[in-house]
Every structure is written in structure tokens, then in C-alpha cells.
């Protein structure tokens, strides 16, 4: 991977980071993350008009890629209820690299280098030890925990594979967001109903902003699939746990202990690997 990749991956694991936390500080997540969503559909559709559509090709895939980022909203909502940041986030994000790696030989015929592979296992196991309490793997919630992270895989995957046929990763990434932006508020209506939806709370600004912000991060880590195995730059994606855990520890005073610091080196480790 070239350093320009490397960079830009790291550069959108600090922003994932930043909204994950923004969310979780939230007191309605599924509200917060709806608004993020309506934020990040009505930037796509700006921007569609003065894009070239992607080829035909990728429709399939940008369609069922919002299918599942949608799953993912509701599950990684529902672990945030039941568990704090330094914990759920690393199980979400540290399962995923792995599973990315399997789907990507699977449906891509895509095979990382060795250096590689020992980099993704690195990252991966450096992530889900943050998790553990003791020999216990102690995470409330951690079945929407687990649950959040085969979204990512499967999404990662369907991505992965949709960018490379559209012929246009920016055009790809704009009209995938714009059905997910969409489907989302639908969604939340169905469980809620419009007037919670609509109705003015403080953090309206905030949630938009965070929207926009996970919408530049997951941009950078497609555009970065069209040029690097999907395995990898998902697991130099994942470091965003190194980011969401001193998140945790300065801004929502959870602790910082020398378990996770080890667990941390252990990441930055495969990340070099990678890299």
C-alpha cells in the first residue's frame, strides 16, 4: 500500500472515531444517527446532479450496500445502549477485518500478501482484546456488538466490489449514501412516527455535522478500495479504536488502563504491517 493510502485510511479512521463518539454521547442514538443519515442524503443529492452516474453494473451493489449500512445503524445504536465506547466499538470494529479478508477471497478472488494477513490478524485480536475484562470477554450487548461488525464486513465487501465496477468511486460513493441517507429516516418514521423525528432538540447541528463528517470518512476508505486489498484497508480503518479510545478516556471519562495501552501497540503494530 502506498503511503497516500495509508494516510488517507488513517486520516478516516480519526474521523469514524469522532463520530462514533458523537453518537454514543448522544441521549437519543437513534434519533442522532437518523439526523446524521438525512444530513448525508441531502449533501449526496446536491452533489449527484454534477456527477456522471455510475456504470450500471454497480446499481445492484450501491443498493444493497444502503440495505445493509442501515442494519448496521440499528445494530450499532442498540450495542451503544447496553455498553460504553471502549468497549462495543472495539468488538464492532475489531471483528470485521477478518471477515472483510474471508469475503473479499471468497466473492473477489482477492488474496492479501503474508505481511498483510499477520497485520490484519494483528489489528483484529489487538481490537477485540480491548474488550476483555480479566479472561472475560465482559461487553454488555455484545451479540449487537457482533452483530454490527458482520454489517461492516458484509458492507465493506459489497462496496469493495461495487466501486470497482462503477467506474467512478466518488459518483459510487454519492449515490450509495444518498439510498442509504433515504432509507433510514423511513425507517425511524416506521418505528417512531414523523413527529419524533421532526421535532427541534438540542444536538440537531452536531448530528448533521457528525453525518457529514462519517460521510467524508467512509468516502476516503472506498476511494481507497480501488486502489489497495479490501482486507487491509479495512483493518488500517479499524485503528480508528486507538482514536475512540483516548475519545473515551478524555471526553467521556471512561478509563484508560494498561491493558488497553498494550492492546493499542499491539494495533499500531499490524497497522505498520499493513502499511
Not at 13 to 32: E, I, K, T, Y
Not at 34 to 49: F, H, L, Q, Y
Not at 200 to 210: C, D, E, H, K, V
Amino acid at each position: 500500500m502506498s503511503v497516500t493510502i495509508v494516510s488517507l485510511t488513517l486520516f478516516a479512521a480519526l474521523l469514524h472515531a469522532g463520530w462514533n463518539a458523537l453518537l454514543r454521547g448522544g441521549s437519543d442514538r437513534l434519533w442522532s444517527m437518523t439526523v446524521m443519515c438525512i444530513a448525508v442524503s441531502i449533501v449526496c443529492i446536491g452533489i449527484a446532479p454534477f456527477l456522471t452516474a455510475p456504470d450500471k453494473a454497480s446499481w445492484m451493489y450501491a443498493l444493497l450496500s444502503a440495505v445493509l449500512h442501515v442494519g448496521y445503524n440499528l445494530f450499532l445504536v442498540k450495542s451503544y445502549q447496553s455498553g460504553e465506547l471502549g468497549k462495543t466499538y472495539p468488538i464492532a470494529r475489531g471483528s470485521s477485518p477478518l471477515l472483510v479478508t474471508l469475503g473479499a477471497a471468497l466473492f473477489a478472488g482477492e488474496m492479501p500478501g503474508a505481511s498483510a494477513i499477520a497485520g490484519i490478524g494483528l489489528v483484529s485480536f489487538g481490537i477485540i482484546s480491548l474488550a476483555f475484562q480479566g479472561r472475560r470477554l465482559a461487553v454488555p450487548g455484545l451479540p449487537w456488538a457482533l452483530g454490527t461488525g458482520c454489517f461492516i464486513a458484509a458492507y465493506s465487501v459489497t462496496d469493495g466490489i461495487g466501486v470497482r465496477l462503477s467506474g467512478d468511486p466518488l459518483a459510487y460513493t454519492v449515490w450509495m449514501s444518498a439510498l442509504w441517507g433515504l432509507m433510514m429516516p423511513t425507517v425511524y418514521i416506521a418505528l417512531r412516527g414523523p413527529r419524533s423525528l421532526f421535532s427541534a432538540r438540542p444536538g440537531l447541528l452536531a448530528s448533521a455535522g457528525g453525518g457529514v463528517v462519517s460521510l467524508l470518512a467512509y468516502g476516503i476508505v472506498i476511494y481507497a478500495m480501488t486502489h489497495a486489498p479490501m482486507g487491509a484497508v479495512s483493518a488500517l480503518r479499524e485503528t480508528s479504536v486507538l482514536f475512540a479510545v483516548l475519545i473515551g478516556y478524555f471526553l467521556l471519562g471512561e478509563t484508560l488502563t494498561v491493558r488497553k495501552m498494550l492492546a493499542c501497540v499491539m494495533i499500531a503494530a499490524g497497522a505498520a504491517l499493513i502499511g
